[in-house]
């Protein structure tokens, strides 16, 4: 099974300034088969990434993947008060299909 | 536009079963892969199981394996995950996630059910 390491585990920043989370493999992730996920509290949550760097529809964006391999990053470019929320990272390469912890990005 | 709703959650005690539903609409239901995601309180997300268009394919977390079943239903729109011998660990807000094809990347999700299992 793939382990998924996101870090850091809170993220402090203000509207306006860059984010930077980063999720890490235990092993390979084939093929890029990696997802981004923004999840607020009270909703269901909102695809981000697909494919480590392809926005999903409706994505603005200020949202970009990055990433190959083990190390894999999302950014934020100018942070806008909707975003704060815990996001994670999914990786669907290899069955079980997992998560990361999340990371959660706070005002 | 894509709606999926959940419903079957409820207090249950451990050992015991329950079923959950997911009624689907605004897409062409049996064109895609569809899934099971809970979120157990105060964590993080973890996939639970996932089935094909065609139920040809089927796939379970470790967690569930030997407990849970998949199934679906396309000539009512609907999806199901029937729970047997739950466990105090299974308690959670479980989602019903439609996939972007049939690539088990969770495009659209549902508000949620939530399982409870205590004594």
């Known amino acids: 099974e793939i382990v998924l390491t996101q870090s850091p585990g809170t993220l402090s920043l203000s509207p306006g300034e860059r984010a930077t989370l980063s999720c890490r493999a235990s092993?390979?992730?084939?093929?890029?088969?990696l997802a981004w996920y923004q999840h607020k509290p009270g909703q269901a949550p909102r695809l981000l990434i697909y494919g480590a760097s392809s926005r999903a529809t409706g994505i603005p964006d200020r949202f970009s993947g990055s990433g190959s391999g083990t190390d894999f990053t999302l950014t934020i470019s100018r942070l806008e008060p909707e975003d704060f929320a815990v996001y994670y990272c999914?990786?669907?390469?290899?069955?079980?299909?997992?998560f990361g912890q999340g990371t959660k990005l706070e005002i | 536009e894509v709606q999926l709703v959940e419903s079957g959650g409820g207090l249950v005690q451990p050992g015991r079963s329950l079923r959950l539903s997911c009624a689907a609409s605004?897409?062409?239901?049996?064109?895609?892969?569809l899934h099971w995601v809970r979120q157990a309180p105060g964590k993080g997300l973890e996939w639970v199981s996932g089935i094909s268009w065609n139920s040809g394919t089927t796939g379970y977390a470790d967690s569930v394996k030997g407990r849970f079943t998949i199934s679906r239903d396309n000539a009512k729109n609907s999806l199901y995950l029937q729970m047997n011998s739950l466990r105090p660990e299974d308690t959670a807000l479980y989602y019903c996630?439609?996939?972007?094809?049939?690539?088990?990347?969770?495009?659209?999700w549902g508000q949620g059910t939530l399982v409870t299992v205590s004594s």
């Open positions: 605004g897409f062409t239901f049996d064109d895609y892969s």
């Open positions: 996630a439609k996939d972007l094809g049939s690539t088990w990347v969770f495009e659209s």
């Open positions: 999914q990786q669907y390469g290899s069955s079980p299909f997992s």
């Open positions: 092993q390979s992730v084939s093929g890029r088969y």
